[in-house]
């Protein structure tokens, strides 16, 4: 009897221990995150719960640039950051270069091993000069070509002829505002130059420079002749709505009013439109490659855990469930239209369907295929410097104020100023 | 006589009584010492760090480790960076364009408003007053919708004027593009400034002009002298110290000018930069270029410029000309 009492209470005593360290052992994870992401993380906590219930997940959601500039302020001091963090693709670079992320290429996360699982030019855009990696791809942004089909039959005027190359853009576009006076072609002549910059690179080039921080950016270069001529031949023959950058007031009213003939943006716009940029126009646009087989990324998403986190095991975990699991990628493409990074979750039957506001055209089919044929592009810690150069070279050279060879001379004389 | 060589020795004190000495000492330091404990946490750190970031190159990511001395590289640096220079020029003009006028524009309202408007002048005063405490986002952003080229009410209403019979001829035949043409954006952004502070200088030159005697006045309209005479030589010379106040907050203003050309023209300023004022530039460097050491240093240059720009306005309008010797 005294031995059956003993043994039963040393057994609750057990369970009692076991139920603290149990209990103890239940981790918070906090994921600093912005906006639509932080959508995405909600909706994958209950699955991610099932497979870790120990892991209690805590998102703390920040407008896009103020996420930024806290985690900017959390590595620069070493405290405030969350164990897992959110980082844009325009963002990826300039922590890349810090030491404030873990380099999860090293054991025991080794991420390389899921590097052939993935769009091929997305884990470069992670990895630094000295071949760390900081963070995980997540999701994508694959360049295409919008169009309004009722526009383009009016003109008489076909979607191949748009986008056969750069001159038959322009030769289509041509045809296209005289057939639908009060049309533009494109909202900027900027972007066309923006998106002939980022293709067409030789291999181990960067966009504005080379291996050995030499500047690329001159007035022999044909990438950026070609840009600059294109897009100052758009803004002479009066096709553009010159609306500036994405999201300005122009541009979301030139949409609203449906003025627009054609737009070269990430997949992810068709959410937009249908959701406030365009409703009234469901049914009416397409989509197709950027002209002359351009490829080009419009922005991605990653997430990387910060040197300082005190739960980094577990902040793996979920970065490898947000990232890898085919499942959840699905689950955030239809949460978010967040296009998948990872390859297998672009094999999912989704992509088979139409999409309802292209006229149930299979565009999923169009970006994965754009997805694929993306260059990685050689990052630099310059680029925004040199990007904000060009763009003012640019603007010169679209006003009139200066020459193609003069901007171009003016742009790489002030780049390899700051490059020394 | 002689006084005693051993003091008596002090009662024990309770501690009731210790308290209330201990109370009576550092009480008042402790009740004053929230404003400097915020102060050196928010006004004398970031000044001393920025001075010592100033001299260090520095990329915020990496953590305070990668901080490097590098002496006045920083500074020279700037101070050979075209943009820099550019940013200068942009928020000189800037600052001219939107600081002048608006206290032309003030100095006379205030007159009108005391002189004339009595009975309304509380009305009228926070009817001006209203756009300076309205938040200059929603002011900007409405600004950005009006200028807007194609859709913009500015060009609905010029083109609409265009039409009519006389006057037609004064207004352009096109839309003008406010902020696609880089000969307009300047214009435009000052626009929105003066439209911003003309009620704030208004308030403060009606104070100003309240201050002033009224038997001057009288004394003037008695001799004869008219409105206009009476704004020349009474009201005018006696505001030179609310005048001295006024531009010397325009000045500092104007040349911190940041959120304004920031929305309306965009963070990288614009077409052709050219509302790319300083303040913007140091916030690029920062948060775009990440290069904390060079956003730092630009900070102090502006300091000097804003201090002498100061102390020459301090020359012009400050107290030794204001007690008459001139």
Redesign the interface.
């Known amino acids: 009897m005294k031995n059956a009492l003993l043994s039963l209470s040393l057994s609750l005593l057990a369970a009692a221990t076991l139920s603290t360290s149990h209990a103890q052992a239940k981790v918070t994870l906090t994921v600093g995150v912005f906006p639509d992401l932080d959508s995405v993380v909600k909706a994958a906590i209950p699955g991610f719960n099932k497979k870790f219930p120990n892991i209690e997940i805590k998102i703390n959601s920040l407008a896009y640039g103020d996420h930024h ?1 806290a985690l ?2 959390a ?4 405290s405030g950051a969350n164990d897992v963090e959110a980082i844009d693709f325009g963002y990826v670079a ?2 890349a ?4 992320l873990v380099d999860i290429s090293k054991a025991p996360y080794s991420a390389g091993q899921y590097r052939s699982k993935f769009v091929n030019y997305t884990f470069p855009q992670a990895i630094t000069d000295d071949g760390r990696m900081v963070a995980m791809p997540t999701d994508i942004g694959p360049g295409s070509m919008f169009y309004r089909t009722d526009y383009l039959k009016k003109a008489g005027v076909s979607a191949a002829d748009l986008n056969r190359s750069w001159d038959s853009y322009v030769t289509a576009g041509k045809k296209i505002v005289s057939a639908n006076p009060g049309t533009f072609l494109i909202p900027d002549a900027s972007e066309v130059a923006q998106i002939i910059i980022r293709t067409g690179l030789a291999s181990g080039e960067g966009l504005y420079f080379d291996k050995n921080n030499k500047v690329l950016v001159s007035p022999t270069s044909p990438r950026f002749v070609q840009a600059f001529t294109v897009a100052k031949a758009i803004r002479d023959a009066k096709l553009d ?2 609306a ?2 994405a999201f ?3 541009w979301t ?2 949409f609203q ?1 449906g ?1 627009l003939a054609t737009e070269v943006s990430g997949a992810w716009l068709v959410g937009h439109m249908q959701n406030w940029l365009a409703k009234d126009f469901s049914g009416k646009w397409a989509s197709q490659q950027l002209p002359g087989k351009s490829f080009t990324s419009y922005g991605g998403s990653f997430y990387g855990i910060p040197n300082q986190s005190q739960h980094k095991a577990e902040a793996w975990e979920l970065i490898k469930y947000l990232t890898t699991d085919p499942a959840q990628q699905i689950l955030a493409f239809k949460t978010t239209g967040a296009f998948p990074a990872l390859k297998a979750a672009q094999t999912a039957p989704l992509f088979n369907e139409g999409v309802p506001y292209l006229a149930n055209q299979k565009a999923r089919l169009v970006w994965r295929t754009a997805a694929n044929n993306i260059k990685p592009i050689d990052v630099n ?2 680029d ?2 040199a990007d ?1 150069i060009v ?2 070279a640019l ?2 050279v679209l ?1 009139g ?1 200066k020459t193609v060879p003069q901007a171009l001379t003016d742009a790489q004389g ?1 780049i390899a ?1 700051r490059a020394r | 006589m002689q006084a005693s060589a051993t003091a008596p020795p002090r009662p024990k004190r309770s501690p009731a009584e210790r308290w209330e000495s201990f109370q009576r000492r550092y009480a008042p330091y402790i009740f004053i010492s929230p404003f400097f404990i915020l102060f050196l946490v928010f006004g004398l750190f970031p000044i001393v760090f920025s001075l010592y970031l100033s001299f260090h190159s520095w990329q915020p990511a990496a953590g305070l480790g990668s901080m490097k001395f590098i002496g006045w590289r920083n500074f020279t640096d700037n101070l050979t960076d075209p943009t820099f220079w550019q940013s200068l020029r942009n928020t000189g003009i800037l600052a001219l364009e939107s600081g002048v006028p608006q206290h032309l524009i003030a100095i006379p309202l205030a007159f009108a408003i005391h002189t004339s408007l009595k009975r309304v002048q509380g009305l009228v005063t926070a009817l001006y007053f209203l756009p300076y405490i309205t938040s200059v986002v929603a002011v900007s952003v409405i600004f950005v919708t009006l200028f807007s080229w194609q859709y913009g009410v500015l060009n609905v209403v010029l083109t609409g004027l265009h039409h009519l019979p006389l006057i037609g001829g004064l207004f352009p035949a096109e839309k003008i593009n406010w902020l696609g043409n880089r000969d307009f954006v300047q214009p435009a952004v000052a626009s929105v400034v003066v439209w911003r502070y003309v009620g704030w200088n208004t308030v403060l030159y009606l104070s100003g002009i309240q201050a002033i005697p009224s038997d001057l006045y009288e004394a003037a309209s008695v001799d004869g002298a008219t409105t206009g005479q009476q704004f020349r030589y009474i009201t005018l010379p006696l505001l030179r110290p609310i005048m001295f106040v006024a531009i010397t907050l325009t000045l500092i203003g104007n040349l911190q000018l940041f959120e304004e050309p920031y929305i309306i023209a965009g963070d990288s300023g614009g077409i052709g930069s050219v509302a790319l004022t300083t303040v913007m530039y140091m916030y690029r460097t920062y948060n775009f270029y990440g290069d904390a050491g060079l956003a730092a240093a630009m900070s102090w240059l502006l300091f000097i410029l804003i201090g002498a720009l100061t102390l020459v306005n301090n020359r012009i309008f400050g107290k030794s000309r204001l007690s008459g010797s001139d």
Request: hydrophobic share 30%; net charge positive; charged share 25%.
């Open positions: 500039n900017t302020t590595l620069a001091t070493g300039k922590f270069e810090g030491g404030g709505a010159r500036g950058a300005s007031s122009d009213t030139a009013k003025n810690r310059l925004p410097v904000q763009a003012d603007s010169a006003d104020s002030l100023r």
